[in-house]
């Protein structure tokens, strides 16, 4: 009952005027970015981060999530109109969603993708608003070494396990621990890396590396490597934009199995959706193939329900994850993580005690803003549809300014502007060189924490580093860790040795002899 009291105040502080309003156009601009092409949450949140701290914190964080879950309500368009999905967790969805769309159902396709991720997030965050204060107590009980150990966890995960190459995550993973301890060492007061530069004292601000990596990279990429993309080969969705009865019948076991797989990777720090977009996805194709006349392959409806509510339900545990335990599952959450330390916050326990009202207003525009995306995405799908015929110069042309705005009327300063410049090459050459661009920014953000973390314990045990290693919180997240360390390793040794098979297969295979008449 004291959960729903609360859940009843935030709702009274979520439906103020002015935070509706930032509810509403954090889902408008998260479906725009999430339709736009190379375009994604995480850019998008890079982007509002500097022009946001005049925002009172409440407004600011809710118009944060409506950008995370509309990034994700709209992610999946490209892929469906254009077979080439804008972002990693909309891959699963464009397998058949595109194929639905070459049958002439673009439009159905389209309200199922929103139909899908409404529900997945909605259930997700009536688990989290119960869930949520469980983690928040259970997180008391961590320690220097537990927090550690979760840092470690973070790190491992991301840089390891959802990336093609385990070198190039860590080598990520490395830059931002690298970034994260240029400065002033706020314990011995010695500057570290800084060349003697007092614009260095300070270290390198979070806010501009993410808009030079994730936006100002991104746009030089397009401007060097895509010059010959071009939107003529987007479908334009006609038709009805609403499921049939019996589409809806087919579609609802698959909405609510890929919601089921995608809520426990919320707390789970591998990387965001991606992973359990392509499980749902798995599930529904091996469910199908069991019937005596299988779609998959022809635009089957449940390929592309079940990816869309499990990236959602996802998303919206992350937020649980990230309020109770200050963890980042994905770049997204993390560029939020570091809002909150801007603004003064901590994620974790502490938060629910000193901040309730940010909390719960926080927790209840979830549920509003599923709605308003719901209403945003599923009669207008067709006209959001149409942002895809932007031309890109133009599109790009005016991120570079508004990252070159952003920064400059943060610090002020045109030293962080050249900075902005410097950083964002490495993130076009990491981009270019296909260098996960997640670990960077965790690495970054978690950083600090793991440093403090290893510093408190080292003097709490009179260097003795053995206490890393003890308790049992600490043991079962290394555990965990080994674990999936384990099965990723496994699962990347399966997929080597079944490519080393087909090629001997296709080696072996006689010629086949062409005849001409």
Not at 149 to 159: C, I, K, M, Q
Not at 423 to 430: A, N, Q, R, S, T
Not at 464 to 473: A, E, H, K, N, T
Request: glycine fraction near 12%; proline fraction near 6%.
């Amino acid at each position: 009952m004291e959960t729903l009291q609360l859940l009843a105040e935030g709702f009274a502080g979520a439906l103020t005027w002015q935070n509706l309003v930032w509810v509403f156009v954090g889902c408008l601009l998260g479906t725009a970015v999430g339709v736009l092409p190379g375009l994604g949450s995480s850019m998008a949140v890079a982007l509002l981060l500097p022009v946001t701290f005049s925002l009172e914190p409440t407004a600011a964080f809710i118009m944060f999530a409506g950008v995370y879950f509309g990034g994700l309500f709209g992610d999946s368009t490209m892929g469906i109109l254009m077979n080439t999905p804008g972002q990693a967790s909309a891959i699963a969805s464009t397998f058949e969603g595109h194929k639905m769309a070459l049958r002439g159902k673009a439009a159905q396709a389209l309200a199922t993708a929103a139909i899908g991720a409404f529900i997945g997030g909605f259930i997700a965050s009536i688990v989290v608003v119960f869930l949520a204060p469980v983690l928040a107590d259970f997180s008391t009980k961590f320690g220097p070494a537990e927090f550690f150990a979760l840092a470690v966890f973070a790190f491992a995960a991301t840089s390891s396990v959802v990336t093609d190459s385990a070198v190039k995550g860590l080598a990520a993973l490395f830059i931002g621990l690298g970034i994260a301890v240029v400065g002033v060492d706020g314990v011995s007061g010695a500057p570290r890396f800084t060349m003697d530069s007092p614009n260095l004292f300070d270290g390198i601000s979070l806010v501009t590396v993410t808009v030079a990596v994730l936006a100002l990279g991104e746009v030089i990429y397009v401007a060097c490597l895509e010059r010959h993309v071009s939107n003529k080969g987007i479908i334009r969705p006609k038709g009805r934009p609403w499921l049939s009865r019996a589409e809806f019948k087919e579609a609802t076991p698959a909405w609510l199995r890929g919601t089921a797989i995608g809520l426990p990777f919320g707390v789970i720090p591998a990387g965001g959706s991606e992973i359990p977009t392509f499980l749902a996805y798995g599930l529904e194709k091996r469910l199908d193939g069991r019937k005596a006349k299988p779609k998959f392959g022809t635009g089957a409806i449940r390929g592309l329900a079940a990816p869309e509510a499990a990236g959602n339900s996802t998303t919206g545990m992350a937020m649980g994850a990230l309020l109770a335990l200050g963890l980042p599952i994905s770049a997204t959450a993390a560029i939020m993580l570091a809002a909150f330390r801007q603004y003064g916050l901590q994620p974790g326990p502490l938060l629910f005690e000193r901040a309730p009202e940010l909390v719960w207003a926080l927790l209840a525009s979830f549920f509003i803003a599923m709605v308003v995306l719901l209403i945003l995405n599923l009669p207008f799908a067709m006209l959001w549809a149409k942002l895809l015929l932007i031309p890109r110069p133009y599109l790009y042309a005016g991120i570079t300014v508004f990252c070159a705005f952003g920064i400059y009327a943060t610090s002020g300063s045109v030293f962080d502007l050249l900075m902005l410049l410097g950083i964002g090459i490495v993130g076009f050459l990491m981009r270019a060189l296909d260098f996960p661009l997640a670990p960077l920014i965790i690495g970054m953000v978690l950083g600090p924490l793991a440093e403090t973390s290893l510093r408190d314990a080292a003097m709490s045990s009179n260097g003795d580093f053995s206490v890393l290693v003890q308790g049992p919180i600490v043991l079962v997240l290394y555990g965990l860790l080994v674990l999936v360390l384990g099965f990723a390793i496994r699962g990347r040794l399966v997929a080597r040795r079944a490519a080393r098979v087909a090629d001997r297969v296709a080696a072996e295979a006689p010629p086949v002899e062409v005849r001409t008449p």
